[in-house]
């Protein structure tokens, strides 16, 4: 994952991209504001050193003390960087009268006026003396000066470059330690389905997140109030509609032994197949409609080698059934899958009973048990693109009865546990036939 991708990785880019902006903005002010007040300190400096040079000047150009000139002249430039200062004394003219050991014999300047002036790179100082006879100039490298601001610069920047990656480091810390109960929020959302629905505790979360957990609270409440009113709708049409359907065919079976007319008994005959038909149907829109209410999601793992030898042995129970189920198991003997044990005996008997009806008359049908997976493959005629089969009130070639329905809610039931339903025509390993296979997630 890519550290733009999440929130935490985007704040940090943020704090840090607006901590170096302002810090480079707050450097460079700095360093000018900092230039400056060392420019003045220096020209300070100059101006003290002209001044304390006049009166050796002038002892020594009027005769007294002369042996000690020189000296008492060296003592009073400073010298405390290697000699940055250089003087001359000129007078009115122009010319050189003196200089230090390392100015130039040439003068530092064409006019000779009181103040600062820039000459060649250098920053000099004139100060007159003796009513303008006698000119005292002071002068130091630009250079220097800049020597000494990036030195003074450099001392507050290269804290910032250290500082710099550790705020980030510690802002990456602190943010995920802020931003942990997002995660937990976000793990307690995804811990909610149909089967769990129980509020999530707002207790311990910020108030920002509390505010989105009532939230969910109040739609997991609404989707649990509509999910019981479903179960019930589901309860209560399964019992309205298989009563009067079953009283129906019964009435139905009655006049059907009352009656010794053939062509009488043909009308009675009729009605109870579309009655066991209605009957069918009425009995796949139930599982339909717990299918789209979510049953297959579990808190637990279903045993796959118990439901399925209850839904075969259920069906051996029929007479038209007895004989062609082959029940194959894992050897190890065991096999288990996240799905709700009622759902996955609705997913076997709809893939059973497809089989069954729609496979080559009297052949066998082979359940088989695999690590992670379940197949049932029967004999037959090569269908094809088996896959579509999966759309509600989509039928193949087939003049076997049948709703439409079986494989529809397979999908809809495997879909809510992640699980995949292939279908293969011809099966693996034989010309024709049907195959449908289930593959779980891994438990």
Known sequence: MRILDSLSGRLVASLLLVTVMFGLISAATGSITLHREINEAMDSSMQEAARRLLPL???DLFGRDVSQSPRKLAEAVPDDDGGRMVFQVRDGAGRVLMHSYGASAEPLTIKLAQGF???????????PAVSGTVFVQVAELDTRRNEETFEAATGFLAPMVILIPLSAVIAWLVLARSLRPIATLRGQISARHGDNLAP???????SELAAIAKSVNSL?????????????FTTNAAHELRTPIAGALAQTERLIAETTDEAAGKRPRQIKAALTELAGLSEKLMQLARADAGIAVA???ADIMAVASLVVADFEQHNQYKGRLCLETPANGKAYAAIDTDALAIVLRNLIENALRHGAEGAHVVVRIGDGSLSVINDGLVVSAPSGLVKRFERGAT?????????????????????????????TGRRDGFEATIRFPVV
Do not use: C, F
């Open 57 to 59: 000047v002038i002892d």
């Open 117 to 127: 002036s820039e000459e060649a790179g250098w920053r000099v100082y004139t100060e």
């Open 200 to 206: 999530i505790h707002t207790g311990e979360l910020p």
């Open 220 to 232: 997991m409440q609404r989707l649990s109030i509509a999910l019981d009113a479903e179960k019930e």
């Open 299 to 301: 808190g637990k793992t």
């Open 399 to 427: 003049r076997a009865e049948g709703s439409g329905l079986g494989l529809a809610i397979v999908n809809k039931i495997l879909q809510q546990i992640d699980a995949t339903l292939v279908l293969n025509s011809p099966a």
